[in-house]
């Protein structure tokens, strides 16, 4: 006679089962690897954009156009951003600025005291930069995605016409590599410093060490032929820059600068510094 098993009672259930797959975003099968191919191939369509715009050659310009936005354009790059600064791969940059600036912020007693910020490429209006109360963040994108996020060029954006309108922190996080240009790269970094403020918050009578935070891709500095990190300080420097921070990971160089005003004007030219065949081509002019 066999004896029949005794049955186990059913587990109730989990709440994570009966949720409708609507609530998953639609970018969430982007693999990593695909996030990194789908950046990789933007930033190639605008480097060759580019050229053929110095050629003047309006048809491969329409060509590339084109394959651009079969690859998503803009909006698909900044999804891929945005997965590339989730918790899950590799965390939002900015906490790294506010955990490097913490001690300027202690002695804002005040609420209404804070230090006026310009996220250059903002892509979120809840990352630590923006929820921190001592900070008061302006941000600008190329394709703001959120309310809040406003749609502009800072190349374009007008320049301050008073200390009012200047800001004691500007943040360029993976936003110097995105420029296809060289010298447009060098062109943004000296437009910084005139954005920049040494007038400190209102009731805070110390210096303001107005402050550049600078993130680019390791292999920007590691692996180029023509920027290596002694370019890069030399660069900073005749702009009036001192390195005040650094971090680097497998991946991404993390700086903060702070801006002395004692610029010593000088030109960077694409001078080969690091030879090979195997090199990325990233460059900054500076004329």
């Keep these: 006679m066999v004896i029949p098993k005794r049955q186990r009672p059913k587990r109730p259930t989990l709440l994570s089962r009966t949720r409708p797959p609507t609530v998953k975003p639609s970018h969430a099968s982007l693999s990593a690897k695909a ?3 789908l950046i990789r191939s933007h930033h190639r369509l605008l480097k060759a954009r580019a050229q053929a715009l110095q050629t003047e050659d309006a048809d491969l310009v329409t060509k590339i156009d084109a394959q651009i936005q079969e690859n998503g354009g803009l909006e698909s790059y900044q999804i891929a951003s945005k997965l590339g600064q989730s918790s899950l791969r590799g965390g939002d940059s900015s906490k790294l600025l506010v955990n490097w600036i913490f001690p300027r912020l202690q002695p804002l007693k005040s609420k209404s005291c804070r230090f006026r910020v310009l996220e250059i490429g903002a892509l979120s209006t809840q990352n630590a930069c923006s929820m921190n109360k001592s900070l008061e963040v302006t941000r600008i994108d190329l394709n703001s995605q959120e309310a809040g996020i406003l749609k502009q060029d800072f190349m374009e954006r007008p320049l301050p016409e008073n200390e009012d309108e200047q800001f004691h922190i500007i ?4 936003v110097l590599n995105y420029v296809p240009d060289a010298v447009v790269r060098g062109e943004m970094l000296k437009r910084c410093t005139s ?3 040494k007038t400190p918050p209102s009731g805070l009578c110390q210096p303001a060490c107005p402050c550049l935070f600078l ?3 390791a292999a920007c500095v590691n ?14 420097s005749s702009m009036g820059f001192v390195l005040s921070n650094s971090k680097k990971t497998h991946k991404l160089i993390y700086q903060l600068w702070d801006y002395t005003g004692a610029c010593e004007p000088k030109s960077f030219t694409k001078d080969t510094l690091n030879p090979g065949k195997v090199r990325n081509n990233f460059a900054i002019i500076v004329k």
């Excluded at 943040?171 to 993976?174: E, H, P, Q, R």
């Excluded at 180029?224 to 030399?234: F, P, V």
């Design 35 to 37: 996030t990194r191919n």
């Design 171 to 174: 943040s360029l996080s993976l």
């Design 195 to 197: 954005f920049l403020t």
């Design 215 to 217: 993130v680019l891709p």
């Design 223 to 236: 692996n180029s032929r023509y920027l290596t990190e002694a370019r890069l300080q030399e660069i900073m």
